[in-house]
């Protein structure tokens, strides 16, 4: 393993993200070869013995990812200013400590990949992966093909850019709609604040896949590692092909609400 920055390191052995570790530094909680270390910049390599709090850091494990159905009331986010509940309130206590790549509002659902590694979260969202994330919406109202026009050649709402989407028409459904929508960037409520800006209001909004990752049929709340084969095949990460895959992780109770 190469020299790394002490922040990527404690990052990636799962200790805390790089934000967390540059705090913890700050703190005098990290100690290098048995001194106290300040300096996130500060590089370290493999025979560097680093503790957190007197407690020795594992070695960084390699990457994994995990597809979560996330259900719809769940924020994407480890800490709540507002105290709602997160969607690592309902995470199965055996899985390591993960981070969502991405991010689905509170009332969205569906698809979202969990990773173990900050520079693999970072990677996949990045716009220049371009990869495409697909969306079945349902909104309000009876929309017509001119309507969805300007959502098919991108759009500006307020002040921000929004690039060209995929917008099929799929069924009428009573006073609803349902659409399937394509977009590469995935903004802050990009598909919601488009579609108010045509006049429509989503009023479910469900993440089929992202990249070439699929939600298919796993359960609402069940979470399901992401098999190394296929994170070789699609990433070129993973150990190697006759090492034995880690069983699923089993989907634990939700805590009740305080």
Same mark, same amino acid.
């Given at each position: !393993?190469?020299?790394?920055?002490?922040?990527?390191?404690?990052?990636?052995?799962?200790?805390?993200?790089?934000?967390?570790?540059?705090?913890?530094?700050?703190?005098?909680?990290?100690?290098?070869?048995?001194?106290?270390?300040?300096?996130?910049?500060?590089?370290?390599?493999?025979?560097?013995?680093?503790?957190?709090?007197?407690?020795?850091?594992? $070695?960084?494990?390699?990457?994994?990812?995990?597809? &979560?159905?996330?259900?719809?009331?769940?924020? =994407?986010?480890?800490?709540?200013?507002?105290?709602?509940?997160?969607?690592?309130?309902?995470?199965?206590?055996?899985? @390591?400590?993960? !981070?969502?790549?991405?991010?689905?509002?509170?009332?969205?659902?569906?698809?979202?990949?969990? =990773?173990?590694?900050?520079?693999?979260?970072?990677?996949?969202?990045?716009?220049?992966?371009?990869?495409?994330?697909? &969306?079945?919406?349902?909104?309000?109202?009876? @929309?017509?093909?001119?309507?969805?026009?300007?959502?098919?050649?991108? !759009?500006?709402?307020?002040?921000?850019?929004?690039? @060209?989407?995929?917008? $099929?028409?799929?069924?009428?459904?009573?006073?609803?709609?349902?659409?399937?929508?394509?977009?590469?960037?995935?903004?802050?409520?990009?598909?919601?604040?488009?579609?108010?800006?045509?006049?429509?209001?989503?009023?479910?909004?469900?993440?089929?896949?992202?990249?070439?990752?699929?939600?298919?049929?796993?359960?609402?709340?069940?979470?399901?590692?992401?098999?190394?084969?296929?994170?070789?095949?699609?990433?070129?990460?993973? @150990?190697?092909?006759?090492?034995?895959?880690?069983?699923?992780?089993?989907?634990?109770?939700?805590?009740?609400?305080?």
């Amino acid at each position: !393993m190469e020299q790394e920055r002490i922040a990527k390191r404690l990052s990636r052995a799962g200790v805390a993200s790089r934000r967390e570790a540059e705090r913890m530094l700050a703190e005098g909680r990290v100690r290098l070869n048995g001194k106290p270390l300040t300096d996130p910049a500060t590089k370290v390599g493999p025979e560097d013995a680093i503790t957190v709090d007197g407690k020795p850091v594992a $070695a960084p494990e390699p990457a994994r990812l995990w597809r &979560y159905h996330k259900p719809a009331g769940l924020v =994407t986010t480890a800490r709540d200013e507002k105290g709602r509940t997160t969607i690592f309130d309902h995470l199965p206590t055996e899985l @390591p400590r993960v !981070m969502s790549i991405g991010r689905l509002d509170l009332n969205s659902e569906g698809l979202l990949l969990l =990773t173990n590694d900050g520079g693999l979260k970072r990677k996949l969202e990045l716009p220049q992966t371009g990869w495409m994330r697909r &969306y079945r919406v349902r909104v309000k109202g009876s @929309p017509t093909e001119a309507a969805l026009a300007p959502l098919k050649s991108g !759009m500006t709402v307020g002040g921000e850019r929004f690039q @060209p989407m995929e917008v $099929a028409l799929d069924r009428q459904q009573g006073a609803n709609a349902w659409l399937t929508v394509g977009l590469r960037e995935g903004k802050n409520r990009e598909i919601r604040r488009a579609m108010a800006e045509i006049g429509l209001e989503v009023n479910r909004l469900i993440r089929l896949s992202f990249g070439p990752f699929q939600l298919g049929d796993l359960a609402q709340g069940a979470v399901e590692e992401i098999k190394p084969r296929i994170l070789r095949d699609q990433l070129g990460l993973g @150990p190697a092909p006759d090492a034995p895959a880690a069983k699923p992780a089993r989907r634990r109770p939700a805590r009740p609400r305080r």
